[in-house]
């Protein structure tokens, strides 16, 4: 099951993820706030590091660039984040564990 990322399931965040392991569901949500409230993985934008990134623009603007030559830059860097102790019930391949950018244990 693919989770993205709203008001709803922000809203219901708990209940999606207990009801997905309640079913043996492999589940992947795309913000790692899931994965904090223990879901099994998530696949997306590390919002830190891009908002970092949009800092840099900010300044840019400040220091008197015109918003105009500020280049429009789409994300590029997902983070692949798993949870192995909700992974317990599911046989995680040892080949998805090693792609992760990060693994909780």
Do not use: W
């Amino acid at each position: 099951m693919l989770v993205l990322s709203d008001g709803a399931t922000q809203k219901y965040l708990h209940r999606l993820i207990e009801h997905a392991a309640r079913i043996k569901l492999a589940a992947i949500y795309q913000d790692r706030a899931f994965v904090d409230a223990s879901a099994l993985m998530s696949h997306g934008l590390n919002i830190c590091r891009h908002f970092e990134h949009a800092a840099h623009h900010v300044d840019k603007i400040l220091r008197g660039a015109k918003p105009a030559d500020v280049p429009v830059e789409l994300p590029t860097t997902f983070d692949l984040v798993i949870n192995l102790n909700s992974g317990k019930a599911l046989d995680i391949p040892p080949t998805l564990i090693a792609l992760a950018d990060e693994v909780i244990e």
